[in-house]
């Protein structure tokens, strides 16, 4: 059954199968790589984190949309590849003996889930940023920004999780049980977290800032890291 | 494959397995394993490891096929070969760090991190065959050389691993003391995975105490850490390439923090 469901072309309806988590079927992709369904992820990814980083970005200009149409799937990718070597290694390292590619696909995978949900948001978030009070450095409207950020940290966290989720269903079937299955995927999230922080970081601004020129980057953006940042603000604080 | 982890993946029986002892009647119940299951029981194990990448998949995949080939007459091969992979390694990694301050950096650090990793190896080895005799263990100085080639190797094979985001971080940050802090992150966990395949490997040496061992991995911790301050420095820009004053790592870690936060407090009066 695994061996037909791995023969199978891939197709657009295989994402339906991704967000459902048929894990036997998943297991069988990720265990026969197949370069057109890779690059089918990877089309996803693009489009459903492209579509919702242009909604995240229409707020302050149609310029910063296209950046951040840009950016959003840039630092997921830049992550997946960045940690691909580190999650291959840590996998067996840590009890689930699979191979470079079955890791790397298994976190593409959950990306994808990630992004088809983030670009399932985007024409809410469109309509949201539509009927939100206009982004100009004259008028400034903190409970409608505070409202925006608010909603993106909720949509970006309820995609994320489900995509890991996703993984940990996934790696549960690969790794026959429960224990190495979150043991490996809290080791894959604590990396993916760390670069994928700083990656962010470093390809601000999303939202845009009322007062700030629409840019691709920031001229600071490679002028200290997110976790000096951070740890620098908690000191001023205390 | 993963038996030597210490915790290997859990593998439920498979269906065949179950119908075949079912179909025995009144079969005797298996006797009790006491300790280790023994090195090379699994033909697996026993196939030769030719190359470098052979011996590298088998460190990450098949260690106790790696453990086993470390006892085998003709070690010294295999030995040689892993010593050259941390060598490679470290040099890639070196080349990373390096690219903080860039310039001669790019090859100041690789050969100092590769020189510092296999200098505190040379000044452990002693006393790591040491504390093996004294814990009863059968290990021949062989494989002790090899055990501590395997810890050096996984280490160095996880530092590529953590190389880009190094990287993403040199190019992204000016504090030397965050650059600092961030490779002895990478170094201490890459260490944790080196010294649990070498502890893994004393299992199947007989030893009869592992607080020899225990106490030798703080040695070899602290011996690693001055060498980073004895050849300091290695991710800053290097003038004279080696220190002229001698110091403790703990002294010359909070001298680097302070000048750090100086500079910060500076940077924010501008």
């Known amino acids: ?59 302050r200009d149609p310029q910063q949309s296209f950046y951040v149409a840009l950016k959003f799937p840039l630092i997921i990718l830049l992550t997946t590849f960045g940690n691909a070597l580190l999650n291959a290694m840590l996998a067996p390292l840590l009890g689930l003996n699979i191979p470079f590619r079955q890791s790397f696909s298994a976190v593409v995978m959950s990306n994808t889930v990630t992004a088809t949900i983030l670009g399932a948001f985007s024409p809410l978030i469109f309509f949201m940023v539509w009927n939100a009070p206009e982004m100009s450095a004259k008028v400034v409207s903190y409970t409608a920004y505070n409202f925006i950020l608010l909603t993106h940290v909720a949509v970006i966290a309820l995609a994320g999780t489900m995509g890991n989720l996703r993984l940990l269903q996934l790696l549960t079937q690969l790794a026959h049980g429960p224990a190495i299955a979150r043991r490996v995927l809290c080791a894959w999230l604590a990396g993916n977290l760390f670069l994928g922080s700083q990656l962010s970081w470093i390809l601000r601004p999303f939202i845009g800032a009322p007062s700030l020129p629409v840019q691709f980057l920031r001229p600071d953006s490679f002028h200290g890291n997110f976790y000096e940042t951070v740890f620098n603000t908690v000191r001023h604080l205390f | ?96 760090a390096g690219t903080f301050s860039g310039g001669t950096q790019l090859w100041i650090a690789p050969v100092k991190i590769a020189a510092g990793l296999f200098i505190s190896a040379a000044i452990c080895l002693p006393s790591l065959y040491i504390f093996t005799c004294l814990s009863g263990s059968q290990a021949r100085l062989i494989e002790v050389v090899g055990l501590l080639a395997g810890l050096l190797m996984l280490m160095t094979i996880l530092l590529i691993g953590f190389a880009p985001v190094a990287w993403i971080f040199s190019q992204s940050t000016q504090s030397l003391a965050w650059m600092g802090t961030l490779h002895l992150i990478f170094w201490f966990v890459a260490t944790l995975f080196g010294v649990r395949f070498m502890k893994s490997g004393f299992n199947y040496a007989d030893a009869k105490s592992h607080a020899g061992l225990n106490t030798w991995i703080i040695i070899f911790l602290l011996v690693a850490l001055q060498m980073t301050t004895a050849l300091r420095p290695i991710i800053g820009k290097a003038d004279p390439v080696l220190p002229t004053e001698k110091q403790f790592f703990l002294s010359h870690w909070i001298e680097c923090i302070s000048i750090s936060n100086d500079k910060a407090k500076t940077n924010a009066r501008d």
């Open chain 2, 1 to 96: 494959m993963n038996e030597n982890n210490p915790i290997p993946p859990q593998i439920p029986p498979s269906d065949s397995t179950q119908n075949f002892t079912a179909n025995i009647p009144n079969s005797p119940p298996p006797p009790p394993r006491s300790g280790p299951r023994p090195l090379g029981d699994d033909p697996a194990e026993r196939i030769a490891i030719p190359h470098t990448f052979a011996a590298i998949e088998a460190l990450l995949r098949q260690p106790r096929r790696l453990l086993f080939q470390l006892r085998q007459p003709g070690a010294g091969k295999l030995i040689v070969s892993m010593l050259f992979t941390v060598l490679i390694c470290s040099a890639i990694y070196g080349v990373v």
């Open chain 1, 1 to 59: 059954m695994q061996a037909s469901a791995a023969k199978l072309k891939p197709c657009p309806s295989e994402i339906a199968t991704l967000l459902r988590g048929e894990t036997k079927a998943i297991s069988a992709w990720s265990e026969n790589w197949n370069a057109l369904r890779f690059a089918w992820h990877v089309i996803i990814i693009i489009l459903g984190a492209g579509s919702y980083g242009a909604a995240m970005g229409w707020w």
